[in-house]
C-alpha cells in the first residue's frame, strides 16, 4: 500500500507546484511504530510531541487511506530556501508517564513518519545505549534510554522550477534527553534547516528522494510476509475443508 501511496504522489504532478522565496512549506505528521513492524502504526501523536493549537484533519487519496496514513498538521515552519541553524519547536515538561511513554518507543525502536511537501521521511524516537557501572566491586550492566529532541531537515531544490525535490531527515545526537524512569524533566523541541541545489526534475524527485529513504527493505519484507500470510490462510482453510467433508461423509443419513 505504501509503493501505491508513492505512485500517487509521484503522478499526481507533472511539473509540480512553483514556490516563491520564504513560502512555507507542508509539513504533515503521519504515524509512528516499531522499525522492525511497519504494519503496527499508531497516531504520532499518541506520543507527546510539540502539537498544534488545533488538530486539522488532513484529505487521504484512496492509497494513502489503505496503507494506513493519519496526516495531520504539525508545528514545524519551514521556508522555502531559508535556512535556519536552529529554530525552538515547542518547550514541555514530561510526566513519569510521559517518560514511560518515550522509553517504551524507544526500546521497541520506533520510528516516526513525516510528509515534506509530500515527501515521506522518516526518523527514530530515540536510542538506547549500554553501559559497564562498577558497583560494591561487581559490573553491572546499566542501558539508558536518550529521546531526540532535534531533528535536521536536508532538503534539495531544483532550482530552474523553484521546487522541492529531496528531504532527508537526521537527528542530532548532541541533542538528547536522557529518559530517567519515574522522574519527570523539561524538553525542549527544535529543529534545524538546510537547502542544497540540485539539477533532477520534478518529474524524476520520487526515484531520487527514495534512493536516500530509511525503511526500503521493509516494505519488501512487509509485502512478502503478507504473501505467505495470504498463502498459509488458504492452506489451512484447504486442509480444515477437507476435515469437515470427511467427517460429513461418515454421518450417517436417517432413513
Same mark, same amino acid.
Given at each position: 500500500?505504501?509503493?501505491?501511496?508513492?505512485?500517487?504522489?509521484?503522478?499526481?504532478?507533472?511539473?509540480?507546484?512553483?514556490?516563491?522565496?520564504?513560502?512555507?512549506? =507542508?509539513?504533515?505528521?503521519?504515524?509512528?511504530?516499531? &522499525?522492525?513492524?511497519?504494519?503496527?502504526?499508531?497516531?504520532?501523536?499518541?506520543?507527546?510531541?510539540?502539537?498544534?493549537?488545533?488538530?486539522?484533519?488532513?484529505?487521504? !487519496?484512496?492509497?494513502? !487511506?489503505?496503507?494506513?496514513?493519519?496526516?495531520? !498538521?504539525?508545528?514545524? =515552519?519551514?521556508?522555502?530556501?531559508?535556512?535556519?541553524?536552529?529554530?525552538?519547536?515547542?518547550?514541555?515538561?514530561?510526566?513519569?508517564? $510521559?517518560?514511560?511513554?518515550?522509553?517504551?518507543?524507544?526500546?521497541?525502536?520506533?520510528?516516526?513518519?513525516?510528509?515534506?511537501?509530500?515527501?515521506?521521511?522518516?526518523? &527514530?524516537?530515540?536510542?538506547?545505549?549500554?553501559?559497564?557501572?562498577?558497583?560494591?566491586?561487581?559490573?553491572?550492566?546499566?542501558?539508558?534510554?536518550?529521546?531526540?529532541?532535534?531533528?535536521?531537515?536536508?532538503?534539495?531544490?531544483?532550482?530552474?522550477?523553484?521546487?522541492?525535490?529531496?528531504?532527508?531527515?537526521?537527528?542530532?545526537?548532541?541533542?538528547?534527553?536522557?529518559?530517567?524512569?519515574?522522574?519527570?524533566?523539561?524538553?525542549?523541541?527544535?529543529?534545524?534547516?538546510?537547502?542544497?541545489?540540485?539539477?533532477?526534475?520534478?518529474?524524476?524527485?520520487?526515484?531520487?528522494? $527514495?534512493?536516500?529513504?530509511? $525503511?526500503?527493505?521493509?516494505?519488501?519484507?512487509?509485502?512478502?510476509?503478507?504473501? $505467505?500470510?495470504?498463502?498459509?490462510?488458504?492452506?489451512?482453510?484447504?486442509?480444515? !475443508?477437507?476435515?469437515?467433508?470427511?467427517?460429513?461423509?461418515?454421518?450417517?443419513?436417517?432413513?
Amino acid at each position: 500500500m505504501r509503493i501505491a501511496s508513492l505512485l500517487l504522489v509521484a503522478l499526481s504532478s507533472a511539473s509540480g507546484h512553483e514556490l516563491r522565496q520564504h513560502e512555507k512549506i =507542508d509539513v504533515l505528521v503521519n504515524n509512528i511504530g516499531p &522499525f522492525n513492524n511497519i504494519a503496527e502504526t499508531y497516531p504520532y501523536y499518541n506520543l507527546p510531541f510539540c502539537e498544534p493549537e488545533t488538530h486539522k484533519e488532513e484529505s487521504h !487519496a484512496l492509497g494513502e !487511506a489503505l496503507s494506513g496514513d493519519r496526516r495531520r !498538521a504539525s508545528k514545524f =515552519d519551514i521556508r522555502f530556501k531559508v535556512g535556519t541553524q536552529w529554530q525552538a519547536l515547542c518547550s514541555k515538561r514530561l510526566t513519569a508517564k $510521559n517518560v514511560k511513554d518515550f522509553r517504551t518507543a524507544i526500546k521497541k525502536h520506533y520510528i516516526f513518519e513525516l510528509f515534506v511537501d509530500e515527501l515521506p521521511v522518516k526518523g &527514530f524516537v530515540g536510542e538506547m545505549e549500554a553501559h559497564t557501572v562498577l558497583q560494591n566491586g561487581k559490573t553491572t550492566n546499566v542501558t539508558k534510554m536518550f529521546l531526540f529532541t532535534h531533528l535536521d531537515f536536508s532538503i534539495a531544490y531544483n532550482p530552474q522550477s523553484n521546487t522541492v525535490i529531496a528531504c532527508n531527515l537526521t537527528t542530532d545526537a548532541s541533542q538528547r534527553v536522557e529518559l530517567v524512569p519515574g522522574q519527570e524533566v523539561n524538553v525542549e523541541f527544535s529543529f534545524s534547516t538546510h537547502w542544497k541545489l540540485s539539477a533532477v526534475p520534478f518529474s524524476e524527485r520520487m526515484r531520487e528522494h $527514495n534512493s536516500h529513504a530509511i $525503511n526500503d527493505q521493509a516494505v519488501e519484507i512487509h509485502w512478502l510476509s503478507i504473501v $505467505n500470510s495470504f498463502v498459509l490462510v488458504l492452506l489451512l482453510t484447504a486442509f480444515l !475443508a477437507i476435515v469437515l467433508l470427511r467427517v460429513l461423509k461418515k454421518v450417517p443419513t436417517p432413513s
